[in-house]
Nanobody, 115 residues
Framework: QVQLVESGGGLVQPGGSLRLSCAASGSIFSIYAMGWYRQAPGKQRELVAAITSRGITNYADSVKGRFTISRDNAENTVYLQMNSLKPEDTAVYYC?????????WGQGTQVTVSS
């Protein structure tokens, strides 16, 4: 069992930055692939960025060059650095941990980009 707790969301102006954190507990964090997803009102949940247990990353086209995912296995934490934020980045951001048939989600953190 893995418990995931996101933090770092909030209100930011367009062009600003935020760093989201996802703290994991309850299992061997380093073996899990980790991902950040987001869901805007009226839209489906979508992948934002992911990082494998070996540190290989991939990003949605809409965030490439602006967002960076990273992980600290010693701290059991995955991060999402978000720069040059746009109003269309407004959503609830969720953390996900996956390994074989195991799949866990956090409760989400709200990110609002508005002037």
């Amino acid at each position: 069992q893995v418990q995931l707790v996101e933090s770092g969301g909030g209100l930011v102006q367009p062009g600003g930055s935020l760093r989201l954190s996802c703290a994991a507990s309850g299992s061997i964090f380093s073996i899990y692939a980790m991902g950040w997803y987001r869901q805007a009102p009226g839209k489906q949940r979508e992948l934002v960025a992911a990082i494998t247990s070996r540190g290989i990353t991939n990003y949605a086209d809409s965030v490439k060059g602006r967002f960076t995912i990273s992980r600290d296995n010693a701290e059991n934490t995955v991060y999402l650095q978000m720069n040059s934020l746009k109003p269309e980045d407004t959503a609830v951001y969720y953390c996900r941990a996956a390994w074989q048939a195991r799949d866990y989600w956090g409760q989400g953190t709200q990110v609002t980009v508005s002037s």
